[in-house]
């Protein structure tokens, strides 16, 4: 009960943020769950009561961001000892007690599968390290996102994960093993939330999974694959916009591919990793399916959305990639035209089953890094030019910096400036595209 006469003291939470969208989501759910608790968010992490950095293990250079910015926090627990510090997210879980160890300011560690117990951590009445996958779902022990607190602040576009972990055991992939095995949020829970965030002024909802397509549940009349939760969701008053990431192209199911074409609400956009261009590097990397496969299935998801948009993920210098593997990705990238892709070098991770292969030469990787970027990059710039002259939705999520200004998503995802001095954060507006610049557009509303 509280106090009446002495209500809780307002406590300051800074939040910093690794990695995926999903992380994002879990940030903005432990906001939520910290917030039943008194504490409201802070930009200003000096002037925090705690700090949580929730972190990515994807590849080396993203777990070691961590240990900089713990060493650079270190002026700040000698200034004020009560300040605490929590590690979460995928290095938490993978490193554990290891973190405290080697870094003794660290209060608390919370892997993803355990945070809906942070604020009892906090409190001290559950362990400072909690990295296990208990059997309780952490979404029955979180708060409703209706009752979201000054902690989190109103957006139009939110995220809502439906499935976490991956089976898929890509060979260079730390997921299966930091967040777990696939498991699929239900039906009434997802299509409870999406409603909730309705009601909160939400109109754009990305649902999130590591293999998000591979979501599948019990629901009305049986067992629903993606395709049908989407269809779901279609039906739900106020939500104008769906759209969903990360996808593995072996769970494009018939009926996923058929809403694209079928539910206005789902945005022509959608992020298909492929990784390679190579059978044998495909091969190797654990993928199970092939360029061909995947060039099919591109085939497909273009007859039924022909004005889609495609993105992607690469990794170049995989171990034993050849520079005719190379050429292979080039090739499939030339054949299919992305809107805008992420390419990575490959980074052995401890505990994937290409740890320990020969490595390529780390100079042929960057090279090989390089002139996929600069075909990548091409093909972004040519998308873009592309959006010049065409009409397109915007989603308003900010004002700009310019005076009567707006910064909002086109249907593409583009960032697009518009001056449009009426307008508010939240609409949702026609606007033609005049301008294609570096990372953006610029448009005019729409008559
Ligand atoms: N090295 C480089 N890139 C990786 N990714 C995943 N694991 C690794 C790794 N060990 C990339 C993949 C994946 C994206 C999220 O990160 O391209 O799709
Ligand atoms: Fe990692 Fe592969 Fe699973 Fe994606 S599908 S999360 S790359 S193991």
Not at 81 to 87: M, W
Not at 247 to 267: E, F, G, K, T, Y
Not at 337 to 357: I, L, N, Q, V
Request: aromatic residues 6%.
């Amino acid at each position: 009960m509280t106090d009446q006469a002495n209500p809780p003291a307002v406590k300051k939470l800074f939040i910093k943020t690794y990695g995926c969208q999903m992380n994002v989501y879990d940030s903005q759910r432990m906001a939520e769950a910290m917030g039943a608790d008194g504490y409201v968010l802070t930009e200003d992490q000096a002037d925090a009561d705690m700090v949580l950095l929730n972190t990515c293990h994807i590849r080396e250079k993203a777990a070691e961001k961590l240990y900089s910015d713990l060493g650079r926090l270190k002026p700040l627990k000698a200034e004020r000892p009560d300040l605490k510090i929590g590690v979460a997210g995928c290095v938490a879980q993978a490193e554990g007690e290891e973190i405290v160890r080697r870094m003794p300011l660290v209060d608390l560690v919370v892997g993803p599968q355990t945070y809906h117990r942070l604020p009892a951590m906090v409190r001290g009445e559950a362990p400072a390290i909690l990295t296990d996958f208990p059997p309780e779902d952490k979404f029955d022990h979180l708060p409703a996102r209706t009752s979201l607190n000054r902690a989190t602040r109103r957006a139009p576009a939110a995220f809502l994960t439906v499935q976490e972990g991956c089976d898929k055991f890509c060979a260079f992939c730390v997921v299966p093993y930091t967040r777990g095995a696939e498991v699929s949020r239900p039906v009434d829970r997802i299509l409870r939330e999406a409603r909730d965030l309705v009601d909160r002024g939400v109109r754009e909802i990305t649902l999130l999974g590591q293999n998000v397509n591979g979501w599948h549940g019990a629901g009305s009349g049986g067992e629903w694959g993606f395709g049908r939760l989407i269809r779901a969701l279609g039906g739900i008053e106020g939500l104008d916009r769906i759209r969903y990431t990360t996808s593995h192209p072996n769970d494009m199911a018939d009926d996923l591919i058929a809403a694209h074409r079928d539910v206005p609400q789902l945005m022509p956009y959608l992020h298909l990793p492929v990784q390679s261009g190579s059978d044998r590097i495909l091969r190797a990397m654990n993928r199970k399916h092939t360029a061909a496969g995947y060039l099919r299935l591109i085939d497909r998801i273009r007859e039924a959305r022909p004005d889609i948009m495609l993105t992607s993920d690469f990794i170049v210098g995989f171990p034993g990639e050849t520079d005719g593997d190379h050429q292979d990705t080039m090739r499939l990238v030339a054949e299919v035209g992305f809107g805008t892709a992420f390419s990575f070098k490959y980074s052995p991770r401890p505990g994937t089953p290409a740890h320990d292969r020969p490595e390529v030469d780390s100079r042929v990787a960057d090279q090989r890094l390089q002139e996929l970027q600069g075909l990548l990059t091409k093909q972004q710039k040519a998308a873009q030019e592309g959006m010049v002259g065409r009409a397109l939705g915007v989603l308003f999520e900010k004002p700009g910096r310019q005076a009567g200004q707006m910064i909002g998503k086109s249907d593409y995802l583009h960032s697009v400036f518009v001056d449009a001095p009426q307008a508010q954060v939240g609409d949702l507006v026609r606007v033609r595209i005049v301008e294609s610049a570096s990372n953006s557009l610029r448009g005019e509303l729409a008559a």
